[in-house]
């Protein structure tokens, strides 16, 4: 029973394994509040730069988010410092009308939502590379958000 199990959980996590995804990490946020001051930040390498690349923040919210929207600044910036991006961006979290939730949810009242930050980008340099998220809500704590993350993808062109 238990090799059959086994078994099972490891034909999921090959049929789940993402070819695209390069990097991804979240980081989880204390007592789900994102205080106006904390910076989250995510470094990562590049190795090829003859690829193009999507750039991802991941955000993970509550049913307590007390907003329709989240506004947020990201930064990225190379080896040196240098800054190579960055904007303000927002995200509907919850429909303004109906207050629904956006986002898939897999455990109760949190919902994970992706929002794209940069597509089919093109790094100019290998080497290692800092992407940062900071809150832009104008509110020295927000509520209701309990983790940020960032994702790397590779674009991968179909061939016909």
Known sequence: MRRG??????????VSCDSSRLFEENKDLDNNQWLQQD?????????DIGKEYNLLCNIRNTSDYPYSRLFLNYA???????????ELKSLYLFDSKTGKPFGNSGIGDVFDNRLMLLENYRFKYNGRYTVSFDQQMRLDTL???????????EVIKETK
Do not use: H, K, M, N
């Open 5 to 14: 199990l086994l078994f099972v959980l490891a034909i999921i996590a090959f």
């Open 39 to 47: 910076t989250i930040a995510f470094t990562f390498t590049i190795r």
């Open 76 to 86: 990225l910036r190379d080896s040196t410092g240098t800054p190579l991006s960055g």
């Open 143 to 153: 509520g209701g958000i309990s983790a940020i993350g960032f994702r790397l993808e």
